[in-house]
């Protein structure tokens, strides 16, 4: 990739960032929850394009119209706006991501749930607030509470799975994978690790040009896995799914 096509992507990328942020500023607040579902995906999927991530999703029809809890794998910080473009929904996000530069303040303004990890009190907080939000909104999770390259599934950490069993909602895991078109292969290009910075990431994507993400909706019953278990046994459970799948 030379100088000038490296530049252009960058431009593209800045320039759909400050649309977005013209976008939450001001139209965001006259709109209805579909509205701003619908602003949200577009917005996505166009970020995708930029970084020319393709998206497949498989078995999306096991969910349902109502509010759930979605666990998930965790890669990178763009898995927040590949779920997005595939399904809005509203997200559980460590404390540091509020401090990203124009994306933390995204978040921030699209209802993102902010937790510190360090603090299991701060983490009844966050729990109580979810399961307010499930009643009426379905959020995500990403409980191994770091990101990996992929290869493997971290165990789940229980505490946010008790939102489920509060507002007696179901739980569907969603298992994530990226992988190289070209050959078919796992791809870390995309993995946000370490002390990895957001820039550093996003120029590894770019250079790649070469990624497809799978989304895989798991659930071994219609409606989601039903809040009957304890909050460790429903970790456990999803987190068992999620491993086999990828």
């Not at 898995?79 to 921030?108: H, L, Q, T």
């Amino acid at each position: 990739m030379n100088k000038f096509t490296k530049l252009w992507y960058w431009f593209q990328i800045g320039a759909h960032v400050i649309g977005g942020a013209c976008i939450l500023s001001f139209i965001f607040p006259f709109l209805t929850r579909p509205r701003k579902d619908q602003k949200i995906q577009t917005w996505s999927k166009r970020l995708l394009k930029i970084f020319n991530i393709h998206l497949a999703v498989q078995d999306a029809h096991f969910l349902i119209d109502s509010s759930y809890l979605m666990t998930s794998n965790h890669i990178s910080w763009i898995d927040i706006y590949v779920i997005n473009a595939f399904n809005p929904i509203r997200f559980v996000a460590k404390s540091e991501v509020e401090g990203w530069p124009v994306f933390g303040w995204m978040a921030k303004q699209l209802g993102t749930v902010f937790i510190r990890r360090d603090s299991s009190r701060h983490a009844r907080q966050v729990v109580g607030q979810m399961a307010q939000v499930l009643k009426t909104e379905s959020i995500c999770i990403f409980p191994e509470g770091t990101s990996t390259t992929g290869e493997c599934v971290l165990p789940f950490r229980p505490n946010l799975f008790e939102a489920a069993i509060a507002s007696g909602g179901p739980v569907f895991p969603l298992a994530i994978q990226y992988i190289s078109r070209s050959t078919g292969d796992r791809s870390e290009a995309q993995a946000f690790v370490g002390d990895m910075g957001l820039l550093e990431s996003m120029a590894n994507i770019l250079s790649t040009r070469d990624l497809q993400v799978n989304l895989t909706v798991l659930s071994p019953y219609r409606h989601g896995i039903e809040p009957s278990l304890d909050r460790k046994q429903l970790a456990a459970h999803a987190q068992e799914l999620i491993a086999r799948a990828i």
